[in-house]
């Protein structure tokens, strides 16, 4: 999602005159958008900070101006730490301001003295308007600049906030509440993507899957899509040839996104489902509202629509009061469904969660060894994944330069990287592959017997 707000961020700055450059050495504004999901994530902020002062310094030396942005998560949490632990970033502004950046950029310019205290802006309020009716057409330009060379694949929000309140969680409190986009302006920001190229497009969403867009049908007074409808009509949207979503909370996969993955070929067989932990008590005192068997029961009802469908999902070891017999829970239940992908994690305590206060905080010690011990076995069932496609023929868009001359590199419907050599072949096309190795990370393949699609 900061992706996707980034390129916005470039989409609206462009208006002003400013246009992307790819180091920050000669750049006249600098932001840093943010992610305050993890302690480590938000440290970095500060570390990096440090380093563009010496720039933004060097820049003033010169003559020159450098205005010094901070914005996302992190900024919305800690903005007023942020100006005073680092005096000279001029911007402080949350994920639901960045449409207001215009009027923040003129400020900063207007006292151009960089000691005026009025130079110094702090925007880390909750809009009463939606941002997104705010913000222009995305551009060619600026789709996919800061993942994806070949502007193929395009992130595309949906949905933002969240209602859930799982109590490791900072989201609820730096998103906002759950907003769902209206479905004519998703359906507008999608055909504009696929006219500028895109073939693949990723729905965004803190809880995705919860998404409630309200559309205007005709013959009806307004009515509310949920995820599986918008992604069936957006399939239908010539030029849309891929389509994930991220992230799913499993209480809120309903009827119709299972019969999507069941019926729309366009969405791909793979779902990020986060689980977090194994054990119905850990669930209970993360407030994630099902149970572990819930979990397996969802699972096999998504196999059942889509017998190719795989998972990855995301695993927090050493939240607090997670016993040993916890922690096997979630072992065993790795083990019985398997992943294809997963991200694990030690659990963070973030300022103003309920977890950062509950008693039994598990030690550092114990969690580095449990995160050790959890992916040893993610790991295997990644790589004997990928090594299972070894010998299948795979669509693959190609997304990227590879890092060898020649080399392409694009994703698999599982959304694994596939390495092939690029002779004839261009950034942007999907392509059969035949798979021939499956490493840790990434498969490799050469031009199957369709070759180019």
């Not at 949906?158 to 799982?166: H, P, T």
């Not at 998703?186 to 899957?209: F, M, Y």
Request: glycine share 8%; proline share 4%.
């Amino acid at each position: 999602m900061n992706v996707y707000d980034s390129d916005r961020m470039a989409d609206i700055l462009s208006l002003q005159g400013f246009g992307l450059v790819e180091t920050p050495d000669s750049a006249d504004m600098v932001i840093l958008n943010t992610c305050h999901i993890r302690e480590k994530a938000a440290e970095k902020v500060y570390s990096e900070l440090g380093r563009l002062a010496l720039l933004k310094r060097a820049r003033e030396d010169e003559g020159n101006e450098m205005i010094l942005a901070v914005a996302g998560c992190v900024a919305q949490a800690e903005g007023e730490e942020i100006l005073n632990r680092a005096p000279y970033v001029d911007i402080v502004f949350g994920p639901q301001s960045y449409h207001r950046l215009p009027e923040m950029v003129a400020r900063v310019s207007r006292f151009g003295n960089k000691n005026s205290k009025n130079r110094k802006v702090l925007n880390t309020d909750f809009p009463v308007e939606p941002k997104f009716d705010y913000l222009p057409e995305v551009r060619k330009e600026t789709v996919g600049s800061y993942e994806f060379a070949a502007k193929s694949m395009a992130f595309l929000t949906v949905q933002e906030g969240c209602d859930k309140f799982c109590t490791f969680c900072v989201v609820p409190y730096t998103r906002g509440a759950e907003y769902s986009r209206p479905v004519a302006d998703v359906l507008a920001e999608a055909s504009n993507l696929t006219s500028q190229g895109v073939r693949e497009i990723v729905l965004l969403g803190q809880n995705v899957n919860n998404y409630h867009g309200e559309v205007y049908e005709k013959g009806h007074s307004k009515n509310v899509w949920g995820l599986g409808r918008l992604i069936t009509e957006i399939a239908s949207i010539k030029g849309v040839e891929r389509i994930r979503y991220t992230t799913s909370y499993p209480a809120d996969v309903d009827e119709e996104l299972i019969e999507a993955h069941r019926d729309v070929p366009a969405l791909m067989p793979y779902i990020h489902l986060p689980i977090q932990s194994g054990s119905d008590s850990i669930l209970k005192a993360m407030n994630r509202r099902h149970s572990a068997n819930e979990y397996r029961r969802l699972v096999d009802r998504l196999r059942e629509a889509r017998p190719d469908l795989v998972l990855s999902s995301d695993f927090i070891v050493g939240f607090p009061g997670e016993t040993d017999a916890d922690f096997k829970a979630t072992i065993n239940m790795i083990k019985e469904i398997g992943f294809a992908q997963a991200y694990s994690f030690k659990y963070s305590s973030r300022p103003g969660t309920p977890a950062a206060l509950l008693n039994h905080q598990v030690p550092e010690s114990l969690k580095t060894e449990r995160l050790g011990l959890l992916q040893e076995i993610l790991n295997k069932q990644q790589l004997e994944f990928n090594q299972s496609c070894i010998g299948r023929t795979l669509e693959v868009l190609l997304d990227r330069p590879g890092r060898i001359s020649g080399q392409l590199v694009g994703r698999s419907p599982y959304m694994q990287a596939v390495h092939v050599n690029g002779m004839g072949l261009n950034v942007g096309s999907i392509v059969e592959l035949k798979i021939t190795s499956g490493h840790a990370n990434s498969l490799a393949g050469v031009i199957g017997k369709e070759g180019l699609l």
